[in-house]
């Protein structure tokens, strides 16, 4: 037997149930710290990730922005032309 099962034996609990959800690499946090962090992985393994595409077209990469407008002849047409539309 070994001394994981007879941990286990001695508390009741399964190795499954006995499994630690998190390991302490580095300082000693407190019970509350572990609680805190236990609340936030739990919240942001239950809201999932948004990795569904965006329904709204991307407009920058959209062809018609490749075109320019078309220039029509005419008095004044050359000014028009560098201006803004």
Known sequence: MSADEQDAE???QTPE????LFRVLSGTPDDAEMAALTAVVAAAASAGGD???SSEP???SHP??????????GPGAWRASGLPR
């Open 17 to 20: 149930e006995r499994r630690a």
């Open 10 to 12: 001695a508390t009741g």
């Open 64 to 73: 018609a922005s490749q075109l320019r407008a078309p220039l029509h002849a």
């Open 58 to 60: 991307d407009l920058w």
């Open 51 to 53: 990795d569904a595409p």
